[in-house]
Nanobody
Framework: QVQLAESGGDLVQPGGSLKLSCVAS??????????MGWYRQAPGQQRELVAT???????KFADFVKGRFTITSAPLKGSIYLQMTDLKPEDTANYFC??????????WGPGTQVTVSS
């Protein structure tokens, strides 16, 4: 099982920016851990995809991202990041780091809360 730990969630004003971090117990985007990314869940809502990236560099973003968010990584640090800009109140949610192993096993972090409010 892959251990994931998110950080960086905070209260931010509309239009602001935030960078979330996720540290994994294994190096991301390798043959053992080929897919990582981010999901979010707002109160009373289902968990939804934000963005994922594969070891081949294929990135998938949810439609609501619309160019506002970027996934980056620091493999030697076992980390991926979600840079979020132009945040909106509807982006308020608990954000979860996600990792899928080569065997197809999905792993989740405990989440980090992002609140967008004036």
């Amino acid at each position: 099982q892959v251990q994931l730990a998110e950080s960086g969630g905070d209260l931010v004003q509309p239009g602001g920016s935030l960078k979330l971090s996720c540290v994994a117990s294994e190096n991301p985007f390798t043959s053992r851990l080929p897919v990582m990314g981010w999901y979010r869940q707002a109160p009373g809502q289902q968990r939804e995809l934000v963005a994922t990236r594969t070891r081949n560099g294929v990135t998938k973003f949810a439609d609501f991202v619309k160019g506002r968010f970027t996934i980056t990584s620091a493999p030697l640090k076992g980390s991926i990041y979600l840079q979020m800009t132009d945040l909106k109140p509807e982006d308020t949610a608990n954000y979860f780091c996600y990792a899928k192993t080569y065997a197809g096993i999905e792993n989740w972090g405990p989440g980090t809360q992002v609140t967008v409010s004036s």
